[in-house]
């Protein structure tokens, strides 16, 4: 069983490290007591706290998920910020001998689940030997890459008052083939293409995919993400830099995204590699904005055009006060620097209203448009006269 704290990124913002520390220690102090002498307790990490459950069948870890979830919130707790009222969420997996080593990602996976469900929600996933979530996802990602099995769905930004019709540009996410399921999302095998050091491979491809689709079609915008190992991978540039002499129009229809922890973890590799992004005529955007506590001279110095506000922070937040504060201070950072402001993980109407009132001009998520293999953008008969330029973006 994993539990989460709801919004410890907030409470981190709001109060610092040491006081978020302090609340994850109080919730651990009243779960502790609660549990059996049998059941294992620690805590893996970020405002998360995990609890092994011997012996116990899917209607015994709901009882104690639901049990543990209520005693976190009943009566508030004291905390180095003060008595504050949480919520945890909780993702819970059950396994035989066999399945085992697959309680931990399945746990993680539940969790997800739970927390896009909203606060203080409960899941329960049984782990299974053939879990395509399991220990061989790795493997697999590395020779379907090999094997050139790598296919792409497009998820549109579009205005977040829903006028215009056409989408402002396209996000290329990479798929994995998952025989009879549907296929693998990116966010499941792209820690393992990491640890093998091979994302670069697998994000030449996404750039050499979205080119073709632009050269053959002048109306598209595509954005392809980019990881820290791409940052020093000089097959990429040189891929980009070519292909933009040849056709200006694609860099000026192209954005490259970079996520905002990557660019505050190496400020300079990460300066040299915009610096070459810039030059080829491609618009940049910072991914998963919101994260870091970064200033206003520290947004400007990257140099962005686009910020995309990281799911985590948008999903659910009209029902989250806490987070709304931290969220309306890193817009107002992106308004006062003239960038676009694209809310990314927006399932529901009332959030993506929120986020609109808060100053976000663009959504991305399943409420505006879900992935698509083929999406009427990327048709020929959807091909318009003349090519959109860059600043056509914005509007």
């Not at 069983?1 to 709801?6: F, G, K, Q, T, V």
């Not at 069948?57 to 049990?67: F, P, V």
């Not at 050139?148 to 996410?173: H, K, M, Y």
């Not at 792209?190 to 091979?198: F, R």
């Amino acid at each position: 069983m994993l539990l989460e704290i709801d919004d410890f990124p907030s409470y981190e913002a709001l109060f610092g490290e040491q006081a978020a520390r302090g609340i994850l220690h109080a919730v651990e102090e009243r779960v502790m007591p609660a549990l059996a002498a049998q059941a294992g307790f620690w805590s893996p990490g970020r405002g998360k706290l995990a609890v092994s459950l011997p012996g116990a069948d899917l209607e015994g870890i709901r009882m104690t998920a639901r049990h543990l979830q209520r005693l976190v919130a009943r009566d508030g707790l004291d905390t180095p910020a003060g008595r504050l009222f949480v919520t945890v969420s909780a993702g819970c997996a059950v396994a035989d001998t066999a399945a085992l080593p697959l309680l931990g990602p399945t746990a993680e996976r539940a969790l997800g689940d739970a927390r896009r469900a909203g606060r203080g929600r409960c899941r329960i996933v049984p782990a299974t030997a053939g879990d395509a979530a399991g220990p061989d996802i790795g493997e697999a990602a590395l020779r379907d890459l090999e094997a050139g099995r790598v296919t792409f769905a497009f998820q549109a930004v579009r205005r977040i008052d829903g006028s215009g019709r056409a989408a402002a540009f396209l996000e290329c996410l990479a798929r994995l083939p998952n025989a009879g399921s549907a296929p693998v999302e990116a966010a499941r095998f792209m820690p393992s293409l990491i640890e093998a050091g091979q994302a670069p491979a697998l994000d030449r491809l996404a750039l050499e995919r979205a080119l073709e689709l632009m050269a053959v079609n002048p109306a598209a915008r595509l954005s392809v993400n980019v990881s820290r190992q791409t940052m020093e991978d000089p097959g990429w540039l040189g891929m980009l830099t070519a292909r933009c002499a040849v056709d200006l129009s694609l860099g000026d229809r192209l954005i490259v995204e970079l996520s905002e922890r990557d660019l505050v973890a190496e400020p300079a590799l990460a300066g040299g590699f915009m610096a070459a992004v810039r030059r080829s005529g491609a618009a940049l955007a910072l991914d998963r904005y919101g994260q870091s506590p970064l200033t206003a001279a520290e947004l400007r110095s990257f140099h962005v055009d686009i910020v995309k506000l990281a799911p985590e922070l948008c999903h659910g937040i009209v029902d989250e006060p806490v987070r709304q504060i931290r969220l309306r201070d890193r817009i107002t950072l992106a308004r006062a620097a003239d960038l676009m402001i694209v809310a990314t993980g927006v399932e529901r109407q009332a959030d993506a209203e929120w986020l609109s009132r808060a100053g976000a001009s663009h959504a991305q998520g399943r409420l505006i448009a879900p992935p698509d293999a083929a999406p009427d953008e990327l048709s020929t008969s959807h091909v318009t006269e003349g090519t959109p330029t860059r600043f056509g973006l914005y509007g």
